[in-house]
């Protein structure tokens, strides 16, 4: 029975990850390089983005959200003048928590993909299953705040060790919450030795230049995923 379902799950991911080489390769022939962004939910990636893409130079990016329900973090980056799609998992995929390499696939038409050189896909916000589900992309990034707790790499390592950066988010909160920074680094560092990190504040910008720079020169960077 066990073996059984451990099929099952391997069927599934196998099946997902052919799907996301696809995507991969349409995304590749654009010459659009694509970061998936995970962290759970409220983290902070749409504020991270709306601060982090409002200069980036050069580079066109454009936004791929995903979530459950609604358009609300697409609506929060129409400021930004940039390409934002928004994929629901509700609506025919039923409501999914996390965004699989299909998902991605039927919103490959409505992304113009010619008109950008990078793809920033916010995942739904999840710190378990998203890490799974390879969409196509070239990085993966993942956001953890400070008001998490500093015990969040130990209890959910997987996402914390499929992304090949972790942004600790809301540092403006140290002196409120009781995560103790040089722990969750610790603890970090346990599951997923040598991952970069950046500190950030989405609401005081600190920080956050370095994501920006971090996600631009994803462009530039030979892909990783
Ligand atoms: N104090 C503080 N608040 C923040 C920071 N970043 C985000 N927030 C707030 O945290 C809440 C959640 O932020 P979002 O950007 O919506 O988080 P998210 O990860 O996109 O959430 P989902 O898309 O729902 O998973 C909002 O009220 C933000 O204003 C930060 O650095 N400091
Ligand atoms: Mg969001």
Known sequence: ?????????????DANNTIARANRQDFDRAGVRVVNLMSAPG????????????????????????????SLDADRLTSLHIPVVQLNTANGFGGECHLDANMVRSSLAAIPLEEIDLLVIENVGNLVCPAEFRVGEDARAMVCSVAEG???PLKYPLMFRACELAVINKIDLLDHVDADLDKLLANLQTVHPGIEHLLT???????VDGFRDWLVSRVRSPATA
């Open 201 to 207: 504040s989405a609401r005081t910008g600190e920080g």
């Open 43 to 70: 983290a902070g990636k749409t504020a991270l983005l709306e601060r982090a893409l409002a200069d980036t130079g050069d580079v066109r990016v454009g936004v791929l959200e995903g979530d459950v329900e609604g």
């Open 150 to 152: 500093d015990d969040k």
């Open 1 to 13: 029975m066990h073996r059984i379902k451990v099929r099952v799950v391997e069927d599934v991911l």
